[in-house]
């Protein structure tokens, strides 16, 4: 039972590129979260997706967008990236239905470094 | 907005001692409350969770009681091993399915 995946591992940008990262999410699960990690800090929610929808949205700007596809895998794209963009971002998947006790499982995230 | 608040590391210590971290929180409603672990070059992990005031998560040794009264959730366990060094980060979901994470605390035990 594959659990959630990412990808790449590892990305170099410079400022001002455009980026796409990727996730598919475990195996059952309908919905996927992004999370920004910086070191040294806890993950910063971003948004998440449900039925190819945006339903919740954190402190971002609208630099950051995402897209989730029919079987439920996910992008985040962010556009004319800036210094304070490095940062290890996190996709967690979990299941819609039920309370918000819900956990999340977490890929082993993509490393992006803004030059 | 939702906030969550853990002390601060690192947190050192000797093997077989006992530990606590703390972790409080603020929300709206009645959040769901969880404790993620993060071991060295691997990605986080579910350790225990709570849904509602007065449950008590518990996996590995560990646990935390959802203290609604102080707006608490934090962590112990009466028997820390040099493999629970990692970094330990609290968190809730709110009824919007919204999960915000504290900074995170790093355990390091020493044989």
């Known amino acids: 039972d594959a659990g959630v995946t990412q990808s790449p591992t590892h990305l170099i940008k410079t400022r001002g590129q455009q980026v796409t990262l990727r996730c598919s999410p475990k195996?059952?699960?309908?919905?996927v979260s992004w999370y920004q990690q910086a070191l040294g800090q806890g993950p910063q929610f971003i948004f998440q997706?449900?039925?190819?929808?945006?339903?919740q949205r954190g402190n971002f700007p609208d630099r950051f967008s995402g897209h989730q596809f029919p079987n439920y895998s996910s992008e985040l794209n962010v556009n004319a990236l800036l210094l304070g963009d490095s940062a290890l971002y996190l996709c967690?998947?979990?299941?819609?239905?039920?309370?918000?006790?819900?956990?999340?499982?977490f890929g082993d995230g993509t490393r992006l470094s803004i030059l | 907005g939702n906030s969550v608040t853990q002390m601060e590391g690192p947190v050192t210590l000797s093997e077989e001692a006992f530990l606590t971290i703390n972790c409080t929180y603020t929300?709206?409603?009645?959040?769901?409350l969880f404790w993620y672990v993060q071991y060295p070059g691997e990605g986080l992990q579910l350790l225990l969770k709570?849904?509602?005031?007065?449950d008590k998560g518990s996996n590995k040794g560990f646990e935390a009681t959802y203290r609604k009264e102080t707006t608490s959730f934090h962590l112990e366990k009466g028997s820390v091993q040099v493999s629970d060094s990692a970094v330990y980060f609290c968190a809730l979901s709110d009824q919007k399915r919204k999960v915000t994470f504290g900074t995170g605390t790093k355990l390091q035990v020493i044989p």
């Open positions: 929300a709206t409603g009645y959040p769901s």
């Open positions: 967690a998947s979990s299941l819609r239905t039920g309370r918000s006790g819900q956990p999340q499982h």
């Open positions: 195996s059952g699960h309908d919905t």
């Open positions: 709570a849904t509602k005031a007065d």
């Open positions: 997706y449900y039925e190819e929808e945006e339903r």
